[in-house]
């Protein structure tokens, strides 16, 4: 799966942040406080939940705000 497109809103520090991912992405850079942890982490939450779904358990993150975080990813895989 590759990641191509990511949109956060109302995350941790991010208000609104729109990522055009690149296929030969392989790091963040960033200074200290910036925010790459924070993209990081969404993007596990993401796959954790996806693989929740396929499983049939949905499991929730304590430290999501349910009702205001909003994400969209989009990703392919390969073919």
Partial sequence: ????????????GFRELKLDLPPDLAVFIGVNGS????????????????????NQTVKRDSSLHL??????????DGN
């Fill in 35 to 54: 925010g790459k942890s924070s993209i990081l982490d969404r993007i596990a939450i993401f796959l954790s939940r996806f693989i929740s779904i396929l």
């Fill in 67 to 76: 009702s205001e975080d909003h994400i969209n990813i989009n990703a392919t």
């Fill in 1 to 12: 799966m590759r990641i191509e497109e990511l949109h956060l809103q109302n995350f941790r």
